[in-house]
């Protein structure tokens, strides 16, 4: 019935060219067409969400962030249009730089990290459901196939760390490596509770249960949600878990050694993993592009698509500036700290959560619940888990001074 | 026509990927060699229409065995001045011949084209059910064994009672 949401942006392409010339264009080119376009949109929103990030930034700072590239006339108007160009301009500057590789690195894996680490990120994006039916393509294995290509992110900063041949950038790739693995592990188990009410893994699919479901995942999963959302910021390395390029103590961590383009390649994976992070959370907790309030339709319209689109967009951005917003307050945390939280904290909630989530999905199939039994279901089991949080004392984790 | 392309490139990638895990004499290209052979090895999994696998062969093996093994490179005392050494060849002929006459066995015992109609269709439900309700018994039995292999390394990782370093 739904089974056009599940076609992808290249079949759009196909059908609009044999359609318009009656040329059947081969899958290869449909396929390098795809993966420029997830290119060039990495790229421009990676520009925009550096703006961004500067921007809420200085508001929070009570500054008014870049204001002085750009035309005069914007500037004037409010201090969200000034400065427009700047992350344009740095691109520019970047891309000019001259790519030192200083002597002592060991070169190919030097280079190799880089590129790499774009590589896994545009590879990330395939699945990625933008609107229905437009998805680069909606593998039936969808949010594994996420976590497993981001799983190469912390490879390629490895050998970032490691083929710099300077001390900091070995201390930062150490300490990634380390909280990228211990985080993997919560944030995959906080994704099986959706994946159970889902009874699949395609990121469309996902969308189309939480349809069926009559609520979004965020709420019989609340629990996974918030696990899920901490557990990504510590995968992507930004505050307060920046403990791999805090500058205070380790300059900027693996990247201390890299200029010009290869820097600004770290910078773009590093902004393009929080859009994917942020979009995955929207699709499987969030409904994706689902509007709320509104039927899906049986057959394609143009109209639900873009409007699927704009909401789509609107969730993921809510939960960018989110983790901006967090960012911007909260201090870093401390290497010992973060290990707790990980490993004694969020991972045995997210166990908890897929016992939750296992309750609802056997509840809906015998009781045939609708959305606002699923609800109230949730809200319950909610409820049950803040009391028995009440009751089970949990250690504090002890400071240095305790310790001592 | 394009499988079989991909099929070759693929091999290409895994066989000399794995020639230079062995004889790389810098140990931390080995291991970024070894990756690269987990990947292609991924890449056959999908080609071979096994997606699921083959991102359980990235997800574990790339992204995570492989990773530790790095990490402990990396936490390795003067790690370029050790070098790989290779003086066990006896015993490298006797392991491959071993692992290659099984290999063989299992080949030429194993029934390639069922008829048409008996092909089973292979896919991430088809996996559960079979861990969930054929080979229950085996898939506890590994659990368990993981799980105590866990204990095991707590226990030995744990700090003295009482003793603080």
């Known amino acids: 019935m739904f089974d056009w949401v599940q076609l992808s942006g290249g079949d759009h392409i196909l ?3 044999t359609r318009s010339t009656g040329y059947q264009l081969p899958g290869i080119v449909i396929m390098l067409v795809m993966l420029a376009l997830i290119l060039g949109f990495i790229c421009v929103s990676s520009l925009v969400l550096i703006w961004a990030e500067r921007k809420v930034a200085a508001r929070i700072q009570n500054r008014v962030g ?6 005069r006339k914007w500037a004037e108007f409010s201090m969200w249009t000034g400065g427009l160009l700047q992350t344009a301009a740095d691109a520019i500057k970047l891309l000019l730089k001259e790519l030192i590789i200083p002597s002592k690195t060991d070169a190919v894996p030097f280079i190799a990290a880089p590129i790499l680490i774009v590589t896994v990120c545009v590879t990330a994006f395939v699945v990625i459901p933008f609107a229905p039916s437009f998805s680069v393509s909606d593998l039936n294995i969808g949010v594994v196939h996420v976590v497993a290509i981001s799983s190469l992110t912390v490879l390629s900063i490895v050998m970032a760390g490691w083929s710099s041949n300077s001390k900091y950038s070995l201390l930062g790739g150490l300490r990634s490596a380390a909280q990228m693995l211990s985080y993997e592990i919560p944030l995959i188990f906080a994704l099986l509770g959706p994946i159970l009410l ?15 479901y009559g609520c979004w995942f965020a709420l019989p999963s609340l629990l996974g949600f918030l696990i899920y959302y901490v557990a990504s910021i510590a995968e992507v390395n930004r505050p307060p878990f920046d403990i791999p390029e805090a500058e205070s103590e380790l300059v900027a961590g693996y990247v201390s050694e890299y200029s010009g383009m290869m820097f600004a390649m770290f910078f773009l ?10 979009s995955v959370a929207a699709t499987v907790f969030l409904g994706g592009w689902m509007v709320p309030f509104m039927a899906v339709p049986d057959q394609p319209t143009a109209g639900y698509i873009v409007l699927g689109a704009l909401v789509f967009f609107a969730k993921t951005s809510f939960l960018v500036f989110i983790m901006m917003w967090i960012r911007w307050t909260f201090p870093r945390v401390r290497p010992d700290h973060l290990m707790n939280l990980g490993w004694k904290y969020l991972f045995p909630l997210s166990l908890l959560n897929l016992v939750i989530c296992a309750g609802v999905a056997v509840l809906k199939d015998v009781y045939h619940l609708n959305g606002w039994g699923i609800s109230a279901v949730s809200v319950v089991s909610l409820l049950l888990v803040v009391l028995l949080l009440q ?14 | 026509m394009s499988e079989a392309i991909a ?4 091999s290409a990638m895994v066989l000399t990927s794995a020639w230079s895990v ?4 810098n140990l931390f290209h080995a291991g970024l ?3 690269v052979c987990f990947v292609g090895v991924a890449g056959i999994y999908v080609n071979l229409d096994a997606p699921f696998l083959g991102a359980m062969q990235v997800l574990i093996y790339a992204g995570a065995i492989a990773v530790l093994l790095l990490f402990g490179f990396m936490l390795t005392h003067d790690l370029m001045k050790v070098k790989q050494e290779r003086n066990q060849h006896a015993a490298g002929i006797f392991g491959a011949l071993l692992m290659a006459s099984l290999l063989i066995g299992v080949i030429l015992n194993a029934q390639w084209f069922p008829a048409s109609g008996q092909l089973v269709k292979f896919g991430v439900e088809s996996l559960a059910s079979r861990y969930m309700k054929q080979d229950l018994v085996s898939f506890e039995v590994v659990a368990v064994l993981l799980l105590a292999s866990l204990i095991g390394a707590v226990v030995i990782a744990r700090k003295e009672e009482g003793g603080r370093e």
């Open chain 1, 66 to 71: 870049p204001m002085m590239t750009g035309p």
């Open chain 1, 269 to 278: 994976a590093e902004f393009a993993n929080m859009f994917l992070v942020c």
């Open chain 2, 7 to 10: 099929f070759y490139l693929l």
């Open chain 1, 391 to 404: 009751l089970v004392r949990i250690p504090r984790p002890t400071s240095f001074l305790e310790q001592a």
């Open chain 1, 15 to 17: 059908d609009f060219v």
């Open chain 2, 22 to 25: 062995v004889r790389n004499e």
């Open chain 1, 198 to 212: 889902a009874g699949g893994l395609s990121m469309q699919k996902m969308v189309l249960a939480q349809r069926e």
């Open chain 2, 33 to 35: 060699s070894l990756i």
